[in-house]
């Protein structure tokens, strides 16, 4: 697979995953589906190393993702709109630490 597919793959499991623990973190389903989709990513990421382009990119994505689903399931799941900032913040922060744990950058 293309290191652009890797990316956009990682993007959008880990931009998912960070949708259900920002949205959902008191369900344990919730959690473990985002675990799964972590581990998945994760996986793919240890393939290879990665420049800071990539990187960057991966989070764009991935927020992008994000973004997306929490703006959809807010209504959905009857949580306030004026909380989609947080959720999105906390999305955001997850979608960092992932980057910082799992994409090793080239030198």
């Given at each position: ?56 990119e991966f989070r ?48």
């Open positions: 697979m293309s290191k652009k597919k890797e990316i956009r793959e990682m993007a959008n499991l880990v931009g998912n995953s960070a949708a259900h623990i920002a949205l959902l973190s008191d369900s344990e389903f919730a959690l473990k589906e985002a675990s799964t989709y972590t581990e998945d990513a994760a996986e793919t990421a240890s393939s290879r190393t990665w420049g800071g382009s990539d990187i960057e764009e994505l991935a927020l992008k993702r994000a973004s997306s689903e929490i703006g959809e399931r807010v209504e959905r799941y009857g949580l306030p709109k004026s909380k989609i900032g947080d959720f999105i913040s906390r999305a955001e922060k997850y979608i960092c630490l992932f980057a910082e744990s799992h994409l090793e950058k080239k030198e």
